[in-house]
T-cell receptor, first 113, second 114 residues
Framework: DSGVTQTPKHLITATGQRVTLRCSPR?????VYWYQQSLDQGLQFLIQ???????AKGNILERFSAQQFPDLHSELNLSSLELGDSALYFC????????????FGPGTRLTVL | QQQVKQSPQSLIVQKGGISIINCAYE??????FPWYQQFPGKGPALLIA?????SEKKEGRFTISFNKSAKQFSLHIMDSQPGDSATYFC?????????????FGRGTSLIVHP
């Protein structure tokens, strides 16, 4: 158990809908990362937050957004969902951005029907 | 553009054998090379990592071999066990804007037969 928690574990929704995925980092970790894992794209970095501020951006669609709250938990919002958004979404955390070790949560499996 | 190429895609070995997974990278600015192990239904877990200033790092049955000139690194699992059956990902990271953001290989599904 990495100490990173994610909810929900599974999410089934329809095209066009909006969902929110939640992540709580390990105790003491200030930086949160979001990743998407799919069969065709592999594991891809989406976005990073550090102490409430956006720090780095990867291949994140404009329909997706995230934020990190004062208690350091983070939420990933996915809107106007498409079939192709079906994937595993992982959150990871690290003590600070300058340290490369990241600890991954168990993931949220999103299915868009 | 696939910056980290991982092979093989799948690997089957017998219990007690050696499992070898290879990765190659293109960007010479990468300076941290971790390997992750992922079991079904779980998130990737950091297994072992290496910096480019060393050629080998060993932790228990797991060894990373690193060839900086060839821009290649590999994971060796000695005395492979059925419990090692999982998907393994290599990654390469570099510090950019103060953050380490990894680029992952596509993964290797390892099956160890009893």
């Amino acid at each position: 158990d990495s100490g990173v928690t994610q909810t929900p574990k599974h999410l089934i929704t329809a095209t066009g809908q909006r969902v929110t995925l939640r992540c709580s980092p390990r105790s003491g970790d200030l930086s949160v990362y979001w990743y998407q894992q799919s069969l065709d794209q592999g594991l891809q970095f989406l976005i990073q937050y550090y102490n409430g501020e956006e720090r780095a951006k990867g291949n994140i669609l404009e329909r997706f957004s995230a934020q990190q709250f004062p208690d350091l938990h983070s939420e990933l919002n996915l809107s106007s969902l498409e079939l192709g958004d079906s994937a595993l979404y992982f959150c990871a955390s690290s003590v600070e951005p300058g340290l490369p070790q990241q600890f991954f949560g168990p993931g949220t499996r999103l299915t868009v029907l | 553009q696939q910056q980290v190429k991982q092979s093989p895609q799948s690997l089957i070995v017998q219990k007690g054998g050696i499992s070898i997974i290879n990765c190659a990278y293109e960007n010479t600015a990468f300076d941290y090379f971790p390997w992750y192990q992922q079991f079904p239904g779980k998130g990737p877990a950091l297994l072992i990592a290496i910096r480019p200033d060393v050629s080998e790092k060993k932790e228990g049955r797991f060894t990373i071999s690193f060839n900086k000139s060839a821009k290649q690194f590999s994971l060796h699992i000695m005395d492979s066990q059925p419990g090692d059956s999982a998907t393994y990902f290599c990654a390469a990271s570099r510090r950019s804007g103060g953050s380490y953001i990894p680029t992952f290989g596509r993964g290797t599904s390892l099956i160890v037969h009893p």
